[in-house]
């Protein structure tokens, strides 16, 4: 058999087997992203290996187009150059008569999509600490794809590459396709832009999107003072548990916050859940950094019953007091009698309020913050805002400017 043509069915096959291994990360990429009812799929074995975590990954992206669809064009365009020499025959694609060495332009495409494969797994083993063994899968059809195409003994792959760049400038001479090209460039360009901004094939880019407002906001420009967050007759009750040295529970009360803003019928209830063994018996170890979670949690319950429980909220979550003296420095500011506070804040009532919060979310299972109950249903770490608003209008809640019927 001819050593070219043997070449070319080896690259078929393997580039075949890379198309359907990118069909079913592309399924899985779906799943994983737009099918809240998709079970597991076959290769999440572990923490480790899962591809389906891989795939939420804002990593599993390019210019807002899923990796597993640059795959499939990878190999169908490889799959294309095999056949350019009798598809140039057809009248609409007589452009493929450009393509006059095929295998170096695969050679080429192979070690650049292996490179490009590299840096992908290191990502994947350093950045997301997770494997997608079809990915990596693909990473090895790209290498010895490339290594079949190549020519060692003419060249290797810097001829293949040097040959690939010198008909391409012999292409684009050719006024015909040298439009043809920027045609193409602008339309691709185009499109990549529309997918970037609308994000339409990456759902998981736009929630860290929206989630950036809040964690990346200097303060709380939707707080409120008082011991009212919403409508004190609101039929949607939401409970939030959290701890005020929680970094996420601070995003999570900004978006509490927000939601009372732009929502009516929804009563807002703070509970405290500090994740320290000086109040909390459920936690086997202190977390590092809420050493005086339970502190906070108690002068919290103090301001309360000067009437500002969610002024004092803010100030903790935004100003991150770093001792006693730094809460107390807080509330003078804040116009609080702080003598009382301070009183308040290690009266017997105050521990017993906060051990009261503390057995009710043991009871109800919750072992980690910030936790919301919309109505009775629990829903522990943070969702995207739109997605929380959604739930609660789900439950009954109204938009501001929509009068009840």
Known sequence: M???????????????????????????????????????????????????????TTESQFWGIPLAYWGMFLYLFIIMLLFANKLKNIKFLKFLEVFKNPLDYIASLGLISFIISMTLLFISLHEIRKLCVLCAATYILNFIIGAVAVDFKDGGFGKAIKQSFLDFVDAIKVKKY???????????????T?????????????????????????????????????????????????DYRCPICRSHNIMMHKLAKE?????????????????????????GGHEDSCMLARYAYAAEKQGNLWGMNTVLFDAKPKDEAAVLEYAKQMK????????????????????????????RGFNGTPVTVVNGKPYTGVKPYKEFKDWMIEQGALPRDEQSN
């Open 336 to 363: 609080l009698d702080v003598n009382k506070l301070q009183k308040d804040a290690n009266s017997q009532e105050a521990m017993f309020a906060l051990r009261n919060d503390i057995q009710m979310a043991a009871d």
């Open 194 to 242: 529309y997918t970037t901004m609308s994000n339409v094939f990456t759902p998981q880019i736009q929630k860290k999107k929206d989630f950036q407002e809040f964690v990346k906001a200097k303060y709380n420009k939707y707080a409120v003072v008082g011991n009212q967050l919403g409508d004190k007759d609101g039929k949607v009750i939401v409970e939030i548990y959290s």
């Open 263 to 287: 929502l009516k019928n929804v009563k807002f209830v703070h509970h405290n859940f500090p994740l320290c063994t000086d109040c909390n018996p459920y936690i086997l170890q202190t977390l």
């Open 178 to 192: 040298l439009i043809m090209f920027i045609a193409v460039m602008l339309a691709a360009a185009g499109f990549l």
């Open 2 to 56: 001819d050593k070219v043509l043997k070449k070319k069915i080896w690259v078929f096959i393997l580039s075949l087997i890379g198309f359907i291994t990118t069909i079913k990360l592309a399924m899985i990429y779906y799943d994983a992203n737009f099918n809240p009812y998709a079970l597991a799929s076959f290769c999440s074995i572990n923490d480790f290996i899962d591809c389906d975590s891989v795939a939420k």
